[in-house]
């Protein structure tokens, strides 16, 4: 029997393995597949809406609204995830840079621009509100990455910047270029060799090139320096649709650190039902090849996501269900109101808010406010309370209370 289950295994989940593995605990890591690493755009966005300080931000959502799962973290718990996460980066050649104090804004595939709090130091100069002409390039064979799109639309708003394609260096045997082929591609010096010649060339009076965030799977900081060096200018990634390559990277990182510390994952294996009494869980059921696999735990951390991820599931009619323990959920009472009548609404939309309602130590509650088991606690957009996605939150939340959820767990 395992002392600790992590059921997910996404920003939250990561996390919370992670620092239970810190406490001395030895978590078995429970998913049916890859979390929302896999498209996420690598950066980790705190509070969207800020302008000005996260810190002031956040203390004034706390504050105003006191069942959002912020309020569970506190904003020292939020730092507190943000600095052992950064920690975490920096230990793999991976460093994260940014702070609390504000946001910056960086590019998207599409020339639109979108604050983050804490991005990878190989985003760091894709900063737009950094002067100097920007060039965008990219390959025809990477498919949504349209560097004459983005750098129009960049320019539409009022920023001097270009977009061009290069051509693909020369390379054994055709592939199918999705972006983590590119990122391998990326890890061979000699490519890098040709790619930065034609930025080189391309440059013109552009100080900051941006490339898609392909550069490189093993060494992306050290692909940023050499290309820097070859074309004369700042280099910096440019988040893509996914499968996201930053993503990736930091799932590995997240990876290896938990199984160097004790841990073991175990991917393909969704947690289909729980087995409890007396207010305690007692072990989580599993797909297996055959037949359903038993995990027994001491205490189990929950971070399955919300409608986005999975963890949260509905049918046509109305029935609002979350798939792994079959927690009660706070959600909307009937079908109608799971939507707002405009698409489009300040408000966001209902459905989106549904999830477990947690005390402020994140054990689940049921209708009546009593704690369903004492031995869980629930972390990322598992809980109630947030639209992550809309309130551009989902990472940065995700991290914090996943740490909080660790700690309650790991006291």
């Known amino acids: 029997m395992r002392d600790t289950v992590v059921i997910g295994a996404g920003f939250a989940g990561l996390m919370g393995a992670l620092a239970l593995a810190d406490a001395g605990r030895r978590p078995l890591v429970l998913a049916k597949g890859q979390g929302a690493t896999h498209w996420t755009s690598g ?36 730092a507190a995830a943000i600095d052992r996460f950064r920690a975490l980066a920096e230990a793999a050649r991976y460093p994260y840079v940014g702070s609390l104090d504000r946001n910056v804004l960086l590019p998207t595939a599409l020339g639109a621009l979108r604050p983050a709090a804490f991005f990878p130091a190989t985003m ?29 639309n960049l320019a539409a708003q009022g920023l001097a ?30 490519f890098r060799e040709d790619v930065g010649r034609q930025l080189r060339a391309a440059r013109g009076d552009a100080t900051r090139i941006g490339l898609p965030a392909v550069l490189g799977i093993r060494d992306p900081l050290g692909a940023v320096a050499h290309l820097q060096e070859l074309s004369g200018a700042q280099i ?28 073991r994952m175990q991917i393909g294996a969704e947690v289909l039902r729980a087995e409890g009494a007396e207010g305690t869980l007692a072990a989580v059921y599993s797909a297996a090849a055959a037949r359903e696999q038993a995990h027994r735990a001491e205490v189990f951390l929950l971070a399955t996501g919300g409608i986005a991820g999975g963890g949260v599931r509905t049918d046509f009619t109305g029935a609002v269900w979350e798939t792994a323990l079959g927690l009660p959920l706070q959600a909307p009472a009937s079908r109608g109101e799971w939507f707002a009548p405009r698409f489009l609404n300040e408000s966001g939309h209902a459905i989106y808010g549904a999830g477990v309602a947690t005390d402020a130590r994140l054990r689940p509650l049921d209708a009546a406010g009593s704690v369903v088991y004492a031995n869980v606690a629930v972390a990322g957009s598992a809980l109630a309370g947030s639209d992550a996605i809309r309130e551009r939150c989902y990472s940065g939340m995700a991290l914090a209370t996943g740490w909080q959820a660790a700690q309650v767990l790991g006291s």
């Open 43 to 78: 950066t980790i966005d705190v509070w969207g809406a800020a302008d000005g300080s996260l810190r002031d931000a956040l203390a004034k959502l706390i504050a105003a609204n006191p069942q959002h799962p912020y309020a569970r973290a506190g904003v020292d718990g939020v």
């Open 124 to 152: 760091a100069a894709g900063d737009m509100r950094l002067p100097g002409p920007v060039l965008l390039a990219g390959f025809r064979e990477l498919r949504d990455f349209f560097p004459p799109l983005a750098a129009g």
């Open 161 to 190: 910047a270009r977009g061009v394609y290069l051509n693909l260096p020369p390379i054994k045997r055709k592939l199918d270029f999705n972006t983590r082929v590119f990122a391998q591609l990326f890890d061979d010096p000699a």
């Open 236 to 263: 910096f990634e440019i988040p893509t649709l996914p499968a996201s390559v930053p993503g990736q990277r930091l799932f590995a990182i997240f990876r290896d650190a938990i199984v160097r510390a004790g841990g």
